[in-house]
């Protein structure tokens, strides 16, 4: 039997039923945030979004590799521009090594600016010997061990929102700046080399000890 299938648009997801939504107390202030987040300019653009298709066409062609890291869950606690700029740091120094063992262009997708929601399996976790509301990620709710900071709060929202669009903005200007030039990549593995142990007794030219015990 032939499948007939529904085609796809930006709303299909609306036509499917949502789980891991948050139960929120006020409905109505739910909705205001909703409201105002609707109104706020999109955090990816038209042209980066293409950019991103037309690098994952590569991928599934086989002339390109998929680097995809992150974090599990963002925090609203880790938001400077020092973690942020190690992050970015850690996935370039990754995607140069990937690119000379695997010899084909990497493309980099960060799991940040945005990631601050926490799927759960059950809706309440075990804190001592108090069952609290389970935390949802900082989007919903706050991390502390309390029933006052696990009620969800629709403001989070529009605070994430800000948050993404602090890091993208980051982001963008480390990547456009100079920061991610490969020369730099290398600069920093050299770095990390020549810090280690191994690094210092080349530098200084001994050979690596050698031990007189037996077997």
């Keep these: 039997m032939a499948v007939t299938e529904t085609p796809w648009t930006p709303a299909s997801w609306r036509e499917h039923e949502a789980l891991q939504q948050p139960l ?4 109505g202030r739910a909705e205001i945030a909703r409201e105002q987040l609707r109104g ?5 653009f038209a042209g980066e979004a293409r950019a991103l298709t037309d690098a994952l066409a590569e991928v599934a062609a086989g002339r390109a590799f998929l680097l995809q890291a992150g974090d599990c869950a963002e925090s609203f606690h880790d938001t400077s521009a020092v973690t942020i700029r190690e992050k970015l740091k850690i996935l370039l120094q990754m995607s140069v090594v990937l690119t000379y063992a695997a ?4 493309v980099k997708v960060g799991r940040i600016a945005g990631q601050f929601a926490k799927p759960r399996s059950a809706p309440t976790e075990r804190v001592g010997d108090v069952d609290l509301p389970s935390f949802y990620g900082h989007i919903v709710n706050d991390d502390a061990p ?4 696990r009620v969800p709060d629709p403001q989070r929202m529009l605070r994430a929102y ?10 963008r200007a480390f990547s456009k700046g100079g920061f991610a030039d490969i020369t730099r990549v290398h600069e920093w593995n050299q770095e990390f ?9 080349y530098a200084s030219g001994s050979e690596a000890p050698t031990s007189n015990a037996g077997p």
């Design 24 to 27: 929120w107390p006020d409905a």
């Design 40 to 44: 706020m300019p999109p955090l990816v």
């Design 103 to 106: 010899a084909l262009p990497v």
């Design 146 to 149: 309390t029933a006052e900071a």
């Design 162 to 171: 800000d948050q993404s669009a602090r890091t993208l903005n980051l982001l």
């Design 193 to 201: 080399v020549a810090s280690s142990a191994e690094g210092r007794r």
